[in-house]
């Protein structure tokens, strides 16, 4: 296994990756542009500081897995940073510790950056996140609407 940030993949694995993460997500947002997807994902998560992306490979050159980990989320609190999002294992992936490297990886890095705590919020994945360690705050609103659980994680 290895993992890379956004800036090290070539155009096609963004390519892949944008595709994936459209798809998948614009069934539950369907003001998701997939031009403004491509615009993140190939200019403002290619950075080496925050925003930033990172991909998990496998040993045949495979994307197993990928996150995105940036300042800005949520409309309503913009005082709450750095954020884990766009968090993605590839279902035949799911359940071997992929999800566990990749946010260990992250996490490394925003230490390095200066950031002792870390940020994700979820209405689907709940348990995922308290399995790596993060902890309940509270209930959050989320920018398409509705509500969502905010969750922290000293690292």
């Not at 709450?80 to 510790?97: A, C, H, Q, T």
């Not at 979820?122 to 398409?144: L, M, V």
Request: charged share 30%; with cysteine; net charge positive.
């Amino acid at each position: 296994m290895k993992i890379k940030k956004f800036s090290e993949l070539t155009i096609d694995e963004l390519n892949y990756i944008i595709d994936i993460h459209y798809n998948y997500w614009g069934k539950f947002n369907p003001k998701m542009i997939k031009e403004n997807t491509i615009y993140k994902f190939t200019k403002l998560y290619t950075t080496d500081k925050l925003p930033f992306g990172i991909a998990l490979i496998d040993d045949l050159d495979s994307i197993v897995g990928f996150c995105v980990f940036k300042t800005e989320n949520l409309k309503k609190y913009p005082e709450i940073f750095p954020w884990l999002s766009d968090v993605m294992i590839f279902e035949n992936y799911r359940g071997k510790g992929y999800g566990k490297i990749l946010l260990q990886y992250g996490e490394k890095i925003l230490k390095e950056l200066g950031y002792n705590t870390i940020y994700v919020w979820t209405d689907q994945a709940s348990d995922f996140y308290k399995k790596f360690g993060f902890t309940y705050k509270q209930e959050i609103e989320k920018n398409e609407g509705g509500y969502g659980k905010l969750f922290y994680k000293n690292i």
